[in-house]
């Protein structure tokens, strides 16, 4: 999928001219198109747990990242952690953040669009009765989450919209996806 390309292909630091080649073979072979990506977790010790990325699979077959990615997880001080690390919705919103400007700055590129600014800042609404278990009528995850972009763009206010929109962590979000959880016990 990779080709020689000049340096003029590039848009908004994305070789353009790969990237849109590589659309049009997943487009043309969609069995490459299915992608799992995964990550283990272990708990180290209170709050504190991280969490290993090293390999996905795509176009078809297993495939390794050059080297395995750790985040860590914890929680504030104030509620008992080591403050060692952002806590798990922390890191959603993170995860959040960058979704939206990787996805913008790729589909901005392949259309052309020029982005010479791109930044966001995002909050996110709990209460934390829920998660401690004092009210079973509460919900445990985020209420609301506000995401504010600013950017410097050829594209116009409605055309960003359109590209943040195809962010995949947004459309969880957004729209829910199915989780199956099991547990395996040494008991």
């Known amino acids: 999928m990779k080709t020689e390309t000049s340096p003029s292909t590039y848009c908004n630091g994305v070789d353009a001219e790969s990237l849109r080649n590589t659309i049009a073979f997943l487009g043309e072979n969609l069995d490459k198109a299915q992608f799992k990506f995964r990550a283990r977790n272990r708990w180290i010790d209170g709050s504190l ?10 176009l078809g077959e297993e495939q390794s990242h050059e080297h395995a990615h750790v985040v ?18 922390e890191n959603l919103l993170a995860a959040l953040s960058s979704c939206i400007a990787t996805t913008t700055i790729y589909h901005a590129a392949a259309n052309g669009e020029t982005i010479e600014a791109l930044s966001s800042e995002l909050e996110g609404a709990i209460d934390v009765q829920g998660f401690m278990g004092i009210d079973p009528e509460v919900r445990e995850g985020f209420n609301e989450i506000t995401v504010k972009v600013k950017a410097r763009s050829s594209a116009n206010r409605e055309r960003l919209m359109e590209l943040i929109s195809k962010s995949p962590v947004l459309d969880v979000l957004r729209n829910g996806t199915k989780v199956a959880v099991t547990v395996e016990t040494d008991r």
């Open 49 to 58: 747990n991280e969490a290993t990325i090293d390999s996905f699979h795509a």
């Open 72 to 89: 860590q997880a914890d929680q504030p001080a104030l509620i008992l952690g080591k403050d060692v690390a952002p806590n798990p919705v």
